[in-house]
Each structure stands twice: as C-alpha cells, then as structure tokens.
C-alpha cells in the first residue's frame, strides 16, 4: 500500500478505514426505532413566506450533496423564507458558529440559514425535510408541521451491499414523506416502486462560476472526475477505460482530479486533487474530454463541465438517458471499459464532432439557473 499511495496517503487511508470500522462498530442506529408521529392534522401552509426547518447528516469540504442543500436553502430565503438546519447525530462540529463558518468560507458564501443540534428544543416550523435516509427517520418521528418531504438526491440504498443498511435505507421511501427528487428518472422509481408522491426538479450549474474562457484548449487532454472512495463513481471502470485509451492513443494526456489520494495508477497522468471552482473553471476550459460515471443519479459535474463547453463522456443509464441527448449534447457509453475507451477516442478524433457536442452541450445547460430551481421546489413544496 505504502509504495502505491506513498507514506503520507497511506497513513491517510489507514485512519479513515480505521475510523470506519469504529463508526460501524460503535454507531448505535436506533434512531431507526424512531416512532412516527401523526401529520399536523387540519394545519394549511401559509400562502406568504414559509419557516422550513431542514435536516442534515454531518459534512465535509467537497460535499456535493451539501453543497446542493445549502445552495437551496439560500436561494429560498431570497424567496423570503426562513430556514433553519438541525444536524442530527454523530456529528464533527462542537458548536453552531462553526458549522456556519464553514459552509460561509467553503460552500454559499451569502448563507445566512441557522443552525441547531439534534436534542436541543426546534423551533415550530410549516415544514420539516429529510436530506438523507437518516435523517428521514428523524423527520418521521416529528409532528405538528403542515408538511413533511424528503429532499431526495441519490437513491441511498445503492450506497451499500445488500445488509440492513440497504434495507434501513430503503424503508425510508415508505415513510409516506412527500419527496423531491433530483432528476425525473429517481421520482419515477420513487412512484412506480415504492408508492411515494414524488416530483423532480433540475440539478443546475452556476453560471458565475462555469463559463467559456477565452483560452486555448490543450489537445487530447482528457479529465476524469476520479473519487475512489465513492463506489457509486466507479473508478475503477474508469481507469479501465483510461488504460486501453492510452494503449490505443500513448500521446493523449490523463489528468484526475477529486480526491486527495489514489492508489497506484497504471499508467502516466496527473492527479490534482480537490480543487476549487475558479481551478475547475480553468481546467474544464482547457481540457479536450471530461469522463464523468454516473451510475445511480447524475452529478453536478456533467452540467459545470458542459458550461465550459467541455465535451462530456458518460454512462448509458437510464437517469442519464432522461436527462440528456445522447450523440447531440453528450456521449452516452455503456458501462464497459472498451466502450467507454471508445467514446472518449470518438471525441478526441473527431474535431467536427467534438466541437458540435460542445456547442450543443453549452445551450442545453444554459437554461438550467439554481434560481429556476429553488422556485421549482418552492412550488412543489406548496403543491405536492
């Protein structure tokens, strides 16, 4: 392990697998064992602004998921409503400031939402939501709102092999929460296999953030959104993929960015690690092909690379198949390391090709805006 990660990594990795290991021998899930309380019966939302009490497992720097959540929280309170973020246990954060620090320097500068503790007195609010399997449990067990949801991202079950985290994960789609989904092809699952109300909304992009430079772009350049530690994000299909990409084309450059180490990578490239949104601009304007895998819900990522008018590779699924135009806006591969080495040499080839799946990736994105976005789940809040 050592001499793929190097010293510095490896004791890296060792910790956090040995902490793993604690958290699941130690993690006490009768949260789980949470009773149900009834609606808030007879109670109506208000038809002005809205007081929404979210919960949220704990985070880190890079979350997209959070990233995502607060993101909504904000641009609803430019909406005018007053939200509040209660972290449910175990969490890293000793206090409240810190935890709004954090997503202020790291994650929505304008923040302004406040936090709370699992335990401490909550405040009455029209609506409580669910972030995550856990947290849906928590939400469950309260009463007194007009409105229960379940801010959906990721169908959570596929996180895990088959155990009692799966199953505790899935029961969560029966709770009877009303859930917002983050792509139309995760609110069919939720309807069609578990009975849930269900309605998606878009992931969108910043505009502000991910747009065309006026730079050249370094020829057969290819990015990979590389996050070993996320299974869902299939690395290792990925540098499958890679590898017969630079048998059959030596001269093409890989570069990896999204994790901080990686083990022994079998070829010659670049790994840059977590970067930051002005970095991710910059290299999403300068490569030839960005390789994302999506394997349960979409990412964020496709969206801000297309901005860049960055051409993507990504897998033939069902949800990226609803989202986007296969061989129009983006190539679509099965997921199989032959076809994916293919698609991506099909980009770099084909100058034509490549530069019309940029152009008609940059229009699609364009009318994604977290603005459209928050005022679709405004109104789904208030309609579902």
């Known amino acids: 392990m050592v001499k793929s990660y190097g010293i ?12 793993n290991m604690m958290y699941l021998e130690e993690k006490d899930y009768d949260f789980v064992l ?29 979350s997209g998921g959070h990233t995502t959540i607060f993101r909504i929280i904000s ?3 430019v909406l005018g409503h007053k939200s509040t973020i209660v972290l449910i246990p175990p969490t890293k954060f ?9 997503v202020v320097r790291h994650f929505v500068t304008e923040f302004t939402g406040e936090f709370m503790f699992w335990g401490e007195e909550l405040p009455e609010s029209d609506v409580v939501i669910a972030t995550s399997w856990q947290t849906a449990y928590y939400v469950n067990s309260l009463g007194g709102s007009a409105g229960r949801f379940y801010f959906v991202q990721d169908f959570e079950p596929h996180f895990f ?13 029966r709770l009877g929460l009303k859930c917002l989904a983050a792509s139309p092809w995760l609110a069919n699952l939720l309807r069609e296999n578990y009975g849930a109300q269900a309605a998606s909304f878009d992931l969108a992009y910043s505009p502000g953030q991910y747009f065309p430079m006026n730079i050249t772009r370094k020829p057969k ?14 690395f290792e299909l990925g540098i499958l993929a890679l590898k ?5 084309a030596p001269d093409v ?80 591969a099965p997921p199989d390391p032959h076809r994916i080495a293919s698609a991506i040499l099909s980009l770099l080839q084909d100058d034509s090709f490549r530069e019309t799946i940029a152009k008609n990736a940059h229009q699609a994105v364009t009318r994604l805006t977290w603005e459209k976005t928050a005022q679709r789940i405004d109104e789904l809040i208030r309609n579902l």
């Open 253 to 332: 450059e890989v570069i990896l960015f999204g994790a901080t180490a990686y083990p022994n990578i079998p070829f010659p490239c670049t790994c840059l690690g977590v970067l930051s949104h002005e970095e991710l601009l910059r290299l999403y304007n300068m490569a030839t092909v960005g390789l994302v895998i999506s394997l349960t819900n979409y990412s964020l990522i496709p969206n801000e690379m297309m901005a860049c008018r960055l051409p993507v590779v990504d897998m033939e699924t069902e949800c990226m198949s609803m989202i986007y135009r296969n061989g129009v806006d983006i190539v679509l």
């Open 34 to 62: 949470l009773p149900t309380e009834k609606r808030g019966e007879g109670k109506h939302l208000p038809k002005g602004p809205l007081t929404l009490t979210w919960f949220i497992p704990d985070f880190d720097v890079g």
């Open 244 to 248: 017969l990409l630079k048998r059959a």
């Open 94 to 102: 000793q206090n409240r400031g810190k935890a709004l620090e954090v």
């Open 221 to 234: 350049t290819v990015l990979f959104y590389a996050r070993h530690l996320t299974v869902r994000r299939g």
């Open 8 to 19: 510095v990594s490896t004791v890296r990795l060792i910790w956090i697998l040995i902490s």
């Open 161 to 173: 092999p088959m155990g009692s985290l799966y199953v505790f994960a899935e029961n969560t789609y």
């Open 75 to 77: 641009l609803l309170q």
